[in-house]
């Protein structure tokens, strides 16, 4: 006898051997039809797998995220099986899931054209119509490889023939296609309904610039039409949104080959990146901050002390000059150490927290390099937190209560806490690994947060809470850092003096709030569409004549809302060209200003301005004195 444990607690039995689909029948018909998958002690297996003694099962449906997973695996193998029927001298290669999706990589003789991948999607849609089975088989590795090679499947012999010779490999087959695969796979062709081929690129075979460029179709699958389109329609908004397009049309920045991943910002960029810089400067006196400055370029001891030199090494840009080497810095925290280490510290100074708006180089591979989200060249709001053990709940605790101001200031209300533990890559004991994960941990609950284990995610010399966005379209943006680090005060000699005398090593806490600038200014372009809040707007209100009888007035009304507001230093656009008022108001619509006001004979002559406000509201026509006010409240609001 077999007793099968269902989620619930509730057992069956079976005289003998049982497949997951056979136990899913046995619960009821709808369940039986249902089925994708099953789960036995934390492993996702075929409705075919049989089942052998006493287990545990869940039966896996699309209502599952497993089965999301399945349908996915198992539509990227739709995709092969499509492409083998309609361009039989394609070879195939791997073809894993991703977010969102799948994709499949091919060697082809000639590129796949967007007619191409509409003629992939309606065969796969024919094929999955078959609603033929997935048998699954397993070969001995020589066996397989030369299966494979027989078929004219280099890639896939080249695959397993990387496998120890005394392993067993599993493959699938669809109908008249074949495929190496751990699995698992839906029961049928039949399940896959919901999906949609995206885009074809280009991908190196095993991911190394040395070998053979692949042509990599990328899809994406669901478990209903409503999920497949709201994912489309996400993504037919966040195109609209793309910080590259809205960053040349409303002329904040560009890219230059001449520089390759770094930012050329123009003025209404830099002007937007400055009120990020200084809203964040505030923050940093308001919290007990001191500003530091370190340098750019430092000694490759330095980072052999690190351990950078040795973990790091690949992603720094060096330099040589008279016979010595040095590193452009890829993060500030050595450069705060030194800072720290100027000067007897004692206990009573700790905390100390220093500050910088740190300029970094990494030098990142050119395919992942993103607009202004990934890049080589970037600053970050960088901070680092010196302190005792007994001090760090309560650092984490403050900390976590201002980035979720500073976030909601910005816009941000969702915020997902995750605590990234050690790696397998490592510097420090097990046992400061123990003390630091706790810390963090225990000052997410300090604070009432949930949060998620990311294992394996830390440094390479500490563990961290990661502080993760989710903006307007729902996408999330890993932001914020909360990372402990015993390891760097101890290898670069940092210590104070303890109240009973004796020299102890600090904490250091490495915490950064926007992260990286470049990239939180590309988020905030996405999240607000380029329709930023009046506070962050690089331009805040465009004063716009009718005649040139006006034109003096115009620029009164400017100084006068410049005098109204001293301390806000507001931005002012005065627009005088000899052009139609709609001509004017129309293009200063489009660059997406909070305001415009327009000034004809009649408001010259009532010393007023007609208010136009985002999204071609009419506010009416008010004072100078009226709409200073309700621009300092916009201000003051973070409208």
């Keep these: 006898m077999i007793h099968i444990t269902l989620p619930d607690g509730s057992q069956r039995e079976f005289p003998g051997p049982v497949t997951v689909a ?39 449906t699309a209502k599952d995220a497993d089965g999301l997973e399945v349908i996915r695996h198992s539509t990227a193998h739709l995709l092969a099986y499509a492409v083998k029927e309609l361009f039989p001298e394609a070879q195939v290669t791997i073809g894993p899931v991703i977010e969102n999706g799948f994709f499949y990589d091919f060697a082809y003789k000639r590129p796949f054209t967007p007619e191409d991948l509409v003629a992939i999607e309606k065969r796969m849609a024919e094929l999955a119509a078959k609603d033929e089975p997935l048998v699954r088989r397993v070969l001995p590795r020589d066996e397989a490889v030369a299966y494979f090679k027989g078929l004219g499947e280099h890639y896939k012999a080249e695959i397993i023939a990387s496998i120890p010779s005394n392993e067993d490999v599993s493959l699938y087959r669809e109908g008249n296609f074949e495929d190496l695969c751990r699995g698992p796979h839906v029961p049928s062709t039949g399940k896959l309904k919901f999906f949609k081929l995206m885009k074809v690129a280009g991908a190196y075979w095993r991911g190394d610039h040395r070998n053979e460029m692949l042509q990599r179709i990328y899809g994406t699958a669901w478990t209903s039409k409503e999920e497949l389109q709201q994912y489309l329609t996400m993504l037919e908004e966040a195109e609209k949104r793309d910080h590259r ?32 810089e200084q809203y964040m400067r505030r923050v940093y006196r308001n919290n007990g901050y001191q500003e530091v400055k370190g340098p750019q370029i430092l000694d490759k001891s330095l980072w052999e002390k690190t351990g950078h030199w040795d973990k790091y090494r690949d992603n720094m840009f060096t330099t040589e000059s008279e016979k010595r080497d040095y590193a452009l810095k890829p993060m500030n925290c050595p450069g705060h150490i030194l800072i720290y280490k100027q000067g007897i510290k004692s206990y009573r100074d700790l905390p100390l927290r220093y500050g910088e708006f740190g300029a970094c180089h990494r030098n990142e591979p050119t395919g992942g390099l993103h607009g202004i989200m990934r890049v080589r060249g970037f600053t970050q709001d960088d901070g680092h937190i010196f302190c005792t053990e007994e001090q760090v709940l309560e650092e984490c605790a403050n900390y976590t209560a201002l980035v979720q101001k500073v976030y909601k200031d910005f816009g941000f209300t969702d915020i ?57 379209l729902g996408r999330q943006w890993q932001c914020g850092t909360m990372q402990i680090d015993p390891n760097l005060p101890e290898r670069l000699d940092a210590e104070y003096v303890a109240e009973d005398g004796s020299r102890k090593r600090p904490l250091m ?53 410049q005098k109204a507001l001293p301390n806000q230093d507001l931005r002012v656009a005065v627009d005088l060209r000899n052009e139609k008022i709609t001509y004017k108001i129309r293009e200063h619509s489009l660059q997406k200003l909070p305001y415009i006001l327009v000034a004809g004979d009649k408001e010259k002559a009532a010393g ?19 709409f200073a006010e309700l621009i300092a409240q916009d201000i003051a609001t973070k409208a």
């Design 22 to 60: 056979e136990v899913a029948a046995s619960i009821g018909t709808g369940l039986a039809k249902a089925a994708l998958a099953g789960k036995i002690d934390g492993k996702v297996v075929d409705t075919s797998y049989q089942i052998t003694a006493d287990s545990p099962l869940s039966i896996i």
């Design 245 to 276: 397009k809205l960053g040349r049309e409303l002329d904040l920045f560009h890219m230059d080959e001449h520089s390759p991943g770094t930012v050329f910002w123009h003025p209404k960029g830099w002007a937007l990146w400055q009120e990020v």
């Design 416 to 472: 997902i806490y995750k605590v990234a533990t050690r790696p397998e890559a490592r510097i420090g004991t097990d046992e400061s690994w123990d003390r630091a994960e706790k810390a963090l941990m225990d000052g997410l609950r300090h604070s009432g947060c949930e949060f998620e284990i990311a294992e394996g995610e830390g440094a390479f010399y500490g563990p961290k809470i990661e502080y993760t966005l989710k903006d307007a």
């Design 509 to 561: 806490l490495h915490r950064a709030t926007v992260g990286s600038m470049e990239r939180f200014i590309g988020m905030l372009i996405e999240h607000y569409a380029g329709a930023f809040p009046v506070w962050l707007a690089p331009v805040q209100v465009a004063v716009l004549n009718i005649t040139d009888a006006q034109a003096d007035y115009c620029r009164e009304i400017a100084a006068k809302l």
């Design 608 to 626: 007023a301005v007609a208010v136009r406000g985002r999204g071609n509201r009419d506010l009416g026509v008010m004072s100078v004195e009226a």
